[in-house]
């Protein structure tokens, strides 16, 4: 059939070969809870020196809830989030709060009883993964660079590395919209845009997998964007992949207006979106890793390498996206 030959012209890789060829060759099952649990995330990257959102509070039982609140009383801003949640679902980011009032992106308010009933839910396993019992963590509100507050509305976007055998091989930078309620997921309604690993700025951007080149809310250019340090956070989320013992990991990095690039989360299934928001598969850089001895490569070895792959197999610009219809 013409278009799985034009897809696999492509180097696309298809959700059977990454589960295949990827995911269960690469990653231990055993291994897992190291990413599917975002407190042991947060563990692995401390002892690493790697880092990430600061830990506020964390209630494992209901019983323990009174004391989480009291955690959050004296705070303006945070974020509560399931341990084991996926795609975004159960976190609750609160932006600003007025005596009683907690101010959530998008301007909806709640009161301390609403907070608590989301908690009990989380804990309850309303939003883990396989339904099973949770633990619910706060965080500290990350803030988006400048470089990024026009393109990222009503949230913190982050950048997405997949890092194969140690090697970043593509990324891209997930915008909030409106439309996904100031979450950079993609199913959500978020702006997925490729990143040219050689130079740090966005080629190509999709809204619902269709090309854009401006932000659908502040009409602002998604195109041709350069990620503030850059380097960085192709570092930090190849030291974070490699803490885990992973062959292959989507590493979320964002960069805080006065942090820096912090690890937010580690995912061992990864989806296949990026491929849509860079206008080129994965197979090919995949393919090269493979051939090569990467374990025995130093950090700036394999960086470097990834970046090269960049250059060899180059991302599909907006332009040529556009001339091509």
Known sequence: M??????????????????????????????????DDKLRTKVL???AGIPVPKLLAVARRHHEIPELLERTRS???FVVKPAR???????????????????????????????????????????ALGGHRDEAMV???????????????????????IVFRGVPVMAMVRLPTRASGGRANLH?????????????????????????RTHADSGRPV??????AFDRVLEVATRAAGQTGLGYVGA????????????????????????????????????RVHELPTREMDLAERIALGRELSRSHPLRPAAQEEAAC
Not at 3 to 13: A, P
Not at 188 to 202: K, P, V, Y
Not at 252 to 281: C, F, K, M, T, Y
Request: proline letters at 6%.
């Open 139 to 161: 965080e500290e509100r990350l803030s988006t660079h400048p470089a990024l507050r026009e393109i990222a509305v009503e949230g913190v976007p982050d950048v997405r590395v």
């Open 252 to 287: 979320d990095v964002v960069v805080d207006a006065e942090r820096g690039p912090l690890v937010l989360e580690l995912n061992a299934r990864p989806g296949l979106s990026i491929q849509v928001a860079n206008g080129a598969g994965l197979l090919p850089r995949l393919r």
């Open 45 to 47: 990257c401390e002892a």
């Open 188 to 212: 959500q309604g978020a702006i997925g845009a490729g990143i040219d690993l050689a130079t740090g700025h966005t080629v190509r951007a999709v809204l619902r997998n269709q090309p854009v």
């Open 85 to 127: 949640g996926a795609m975004g679902n159960g976190i609750l980011v609160i932006g600003s709060r007025r005596g009683h009032a907690y101010h959530r992106s998008g301007g909806r308010t709640l009161d301390l009883e609403a907070i608590r009933y989301h908690v009990a839910g989380i804990i309850s396993g309303l939003y």
């Open 223 to 228: 195109v041709g964007v350069a990620i503030p």
């Open 2 to 35: 013409p278009i799985f030959r034009r897809l696999r012209d492509l180097g696309v890789l298809g959700i059977n070969a990454r589960n295949a060829r990827y995911i269960l060759r690469e990653n231990p099952r055993r291994l897992y809870p190291r990413v």
């Open 75 to 77: 705070l303006d801003s």
